[in-house]
């Protein structure tokens, strides 16, 4: 596949592994998390027990915040590795969430496509407060923030980008979303049909077996000669 079609008015982003280093800052945090309880995990094995329970509780109605969310999940994961809870390994996680920086390139392409013409949006699975550290280190270049706390729901449901829509005002034909999670973006692209560049950074992510997004890139900067290649963007 390749972009075609009408020019986006907007481009929107996931946020987390595709403009903020989330799987590197995890890695942080859990290991800070972890030095606390005298016994040796693989940090490994045990974000990818944390993530499990993350994606299932941000499945369940009524719908938590990212805060209770990811607070819940930490403990779930911990009772299963049998490390003991303390008051604070929450808050350390949250706050470190907050903290975690753009990958190199990030700025300054979004400066570049905000220059070009494009408005600029993030959908991402978060609660405002959680992400406004983030977007603080973005430059100043990103118009609007959808988070999950907003839409009071969780990628891959269409809800939230339904509810991204109607804030920004537009149709799907109107956007290409940016992206760097096949099971929760592209998952949701697979079911609603908007256009997609995903951002392939290494992880061992796998695109879904049935659905092939637009375009492919390893790094951010990619994607705006992806969008000169379409006409869209000198």
Not at 36 to 56: A, C, M, Q, T, W
Request: overall charge negative.
């Amino acid at each position: 596949m390749t972009l075609s079609g009408p020019r986006p008015e907007w481009l929107t982003f996931d946020c987390y592994g595709t403009l903020i280093q989330w799987d590197e800052g995890l890695l942080a945090a859990m290991d800070r998390i972890l030095a606390g309880k005298n016994r040796s995990i693989d940090r490994d094995d045990f974000i990818s027990v944390y993530d499990e329970y993350e994606h299932r509780l941000e499945e369940e109605r009524p719908h938590r915040s990212f805060k209770d969310v990811s607070a819940t999940a930490l403990a779930l994961a911990m009772t299963e590795f049998s490390l003991a809870v303390s008051p604070g390994d929450a808050d350390i996680l949250t706050s470190s969430i907050s903290r975690m920086p753009p990958f190199p390139e990030v700025v300054t392409t979004l400066a570049r496509l905000k220059a070009a013409g494009f408005k600029l949006a993030i959908i991402s699975n978060t609660d405002d407060v959680i992400i406004a550290g983030n977007v603080a280190q973005l430059g100043g270049s990103v118009d609007r923030v959808i988070t999950a706390e907003q839409a009071g729901a969780y990628k891959p449901a269409g809800q939230i980008f339904q509810h991204a829509w109607k804030e920004l005002g537009i149709g799907k034909e109107q956007l290409v979303h940016i992206c760097a999670s096949p099971h929760l973006d592209l998952a949701a692209a697979r079911e609603l049909g908007f256009r997609t560049i995903w951002v392939d950074r290494g992880t061992g992510r796998k695109p879904l077996a049935d659905y092939v997004p637009n375009e492919t890139v390893v790094r951010l900067d990619e994607v705006c000669g992806l969008l000169s290649a379409a006409g869209w963007m000198e």
